[in-house]
């Protein structure tokens, strides 16, 4: 698709929010929306993601008539189902009936393919990491999104929550009068226009304790202006977590001192649009680090288009990421620190959790569900391992 295309519905999905009234909230759990770059998909069984031993698992309808970049086909007498991309000629294949994945390399990689309804479904963090995707999890004022993006997204996850909210409202809202029986009596609905309730795994209940897998880690990232920065590491009480900061908030020595001093990880958050930019951040914030505080940095975290794979190798810095994305919906209260503490716990290995910063008054309680169920909450440490963070 078009560069000015793209850009055009984009911005046509803002200007239809801005237009519209706010939707209803949701009931019925277990269920998602999906979306791809600029593009919320419909809602139904066909692109609903789910859970399954604690990996997210995403329709082939993501892959079908998208501007991802990454092409599906399935191979009913081989039992095959492929990703792949027609330029750089990278793939991968999901063998249905042995349950393996591999490349034209002959390379195997931990996960498998599950079909439903006829339906296949990939595991969504390994197609991602194959194919140099990103995917976030957002809660919204209806269901969470899972969106995954490639170069070609325009929108951030926030601007692009607010843009389709009322699209979400309205889907969600046919989606629950199909999925709810009629009352005894009732009319009851045509089968082709009433979708099977979904079958995904359940999900935890508040009344469940979240319990961590074994060893399983917790990174909280926060990003806030130097009086937010103060508030958050005292309602921390002593955990570490990591603080992306730009280079001009770098000049307060005064913060950055603090936060070494407590054991907090620094990283830089890149603003610059270019490697040449960046370049310049960087050199300027490693400065402005080792003056205030003799701590080097090596974290960084960046949102744009650019490939700054290059320079990260070069400098030896490696990149900070988020698994769960709050910042569309902060940290509030104790209603929303359990929802994401639930939400964390679907989740069996490590996870980085985005918490953004200014509206942190649920960090008390998450930080006291993630102590009682067992996870450990880290600082990002750049080990002797490349691209490896551990405490």
Not at 92 to 117: C, H, K, M, P
């Amino acid at each position: 698709m078009k560069k000015w295309m793209r850009r055009g519905a984009a911005w046509a999905l803002v200007l239809a929010a801005l237009l519209s009234p706010p939707g209803a909230r949701a009931v019925l759990s277990d269920v998602y929306f999906t979306a791809v770059n600029d593009q919320l998909l419909e809602l139904s069984d066909e692109t609903m993601p789910f859970f399954s031993g604690g990996v997210l698992y995403v329709s082939s309808r993501l892959f079908e008539g998208t501007d991802l970049g990454v092409n599906y086909v399935r191979d009913t007498n081989s039992g095959l189902a492929m990703l792949y991309t027609a330029n750089t000629k990278v793939d991968l294949r999901f063998d249905l009936e042995e349950q393996v994945a591999y490349d034209r390399q002959g390379n195997f990689y931990s996960g498998r393919a599950i079909e439903r309804g006829g339906v296949i479904f990939f595991p969504l963090d390994l197609v991602c990491k194959r194919f140099g995707l990103n995917h976030t999890y957002n809660l919204t004022d209806t269901v969470p999104l899972i969106r995954v993006t490639s170069a070609s997204a325009i929108l951030d996850d926030a601007f692009f929550i607010d843009a389709a909210s009322t699209q979400m409202a309205d889907r969600y809202a046919e989606y629950e009068r199909a999925a709810v029986p009629p009352e005894e009596g009732g009319t009851t609905a045509s089968p082709d226009k009433r979708p099977v309730p979904p079958v995904h795994q359940p999900p935890s209940t508040p009344e469940d304790p979240v319990q961590a897998a074994e060893g399983q880690k917790v990174y909280l990232i926060l990003s806030c202006q130097a009086a937010d920065a103060l508030s958050a590491m005292e309602r921390l009480e002593g955990v570490q977590a990591t603080f992306l900061l730009t280079a001009e908030e770098m000049e307060n020595a005064d913060l950055l001192r603090g936060l070494v001093a407590q054991g907090h990880a620094v990283a830089l958050r890149l603003t610059g649009q270019t490697e040449e930019e960046a370049a310049g951040e960087l050199e300027r914030a490693r400065e402005l680090l080792w003056q205030a505080a003799c701590s080097w940095l090596e974290l960084v975290w960046y949102e744009g288009g650019a490939d700054l794979g290059a320079l990260l190798e070069a400098e030896g810095c490696a990149r900070v990421s988020g698994t769960l994305d709050q910042r569309s919906r902060g940290l509030t209260g104790s209603g929303q620190a359990g929802t994401l503490l639930r939400t964390i716990g679907r989740y069996r290995e490590d996870v980085s959790v985005y918490l953004g910063g200014g509206r942190l008054g649920g960090l008390t309680p998450l930080l006291e569900g993630l102590e009682e169920g067992g996870y450990r909450v880290c600082a990002w440490r750049l080990t002797a391992s490349q691209h490896l963070f551990s405490t």
